[in-house]
T-cell receptor, first 118, second 108 residues
Framework: ETGVTQTPRHLVMGMTNKKSLKCEQH?????MYWYKQSAKKPLELMFV???????ENNSVPSRFSPECPNSSHLFLHLHTLQPEDSALYLC?????????????????FGPGTRLTVL | QKEVEQNSGPLSVPEGAIASLNCTYS??????FFWYRQYSGKSPELIMS????GDKEDGRFTAQLNKASQYVSLLIRDSQPSDSATYLC????????FGAGTRLTVKP
């Protein structure tokens, strides 16, 4: 058990559906991440939240909308997705260092949500 | 140019042999380096982290870092079939960048 949980573990949705992925970390970390993992491609960083503020958005399509209500919870809201969005969505957390020092601490991953868009 | 590059494999070694996994990176300012193991259908789990040049050993695993050559490797001694997985190299300089992973198969 890694201390990072994700629900649901599997999700099948149509292109017109709206759904949300949930992540919760029990490690006392102050940064949380959403990654997309497609077959045979590197992990793609989607969103980073540090101290509940978004610090990075790597030009992710607007059909993905993150929400971080507090340092322990992270959501990814999904709407009007495309079949190519089918992938494993991974949440991770770490202890992020503020400006003046790089973040060298390890990221710990949740089990992921396997998303299939029909 | 890929930021973190790994040979995709598959790398196949017999049980008991040494498996050598390699990774190169492009960002010279990178300060921390990680190896993750990912079993099929599972999420990545941390094996090793290394921050300074040289070797770091943890059980059967040894991570090697050479910042001048922008190279990091993972050696697995006495490989076991349970080591069969995809190994992800990750490099951090404020942003964590992952390689695509090397698939390792250890044959009994």
């Amino acid at each position: 058990e890694t201390g990072v949980t994700q629900t649901p573990r599997h999700l099948v949705m149509g292109m017109t559906n709206k759904k949300s992925l949930k992540c919760e970390q029990h490690l006392g970390h102050n940064a949380m991440y959403w990654y997309k993992q497609s077959a045979k491609k590197p992990l793609e960083l989607m969103f980073v939240y540090s101290l509940e503020e978004r610090v990075e958005n790597n030009s992710v399509p607007s059909r993905f909308s993150p929400e971080c209500p507090n340092s322990s919870h992270l959501f990814l809201h999904l709407h009007t997705l495309q079949p190519e969005d089918s992938a494993l969505y991974l949440c991770a957390s770490s202890q992020y260092r503020d400006s003046g020092g790089p973040s060298t601490d390890t990221q710990y991953f949740g089990p992921g949500t396997r998303l299939t868009v029909l | 140019q890929k930021e973190v590059e790994q040979n995709s494999g598959p790398l196949s070694v017999p049980e008991g042999a040494i498996a050598s996994l390699n990774c190169t990176y492009s960002d010279r300012g990178s300060q921390s380096f990680f190896w993750y193991r990912q079993y099929s259908g599972k999420s990545p789990e941390l094996i090793m982290s290394i921050y300074s040049n040289g070797d770091k050993e943890d059980g059967r695993f040894t991570a090697q870092l050479n910042k001048a050559s922008q190279y990091v490797s993972l050696l697995i001694r006495d490989s076991q079939p349970s080591d069969s997985a995809t190994y992800l190299c990750a490099v951090n300089n404020n942003d964590m960048r992952f390689g695509a992973g090397t698939r390792l198969t250890v044959k009994p």
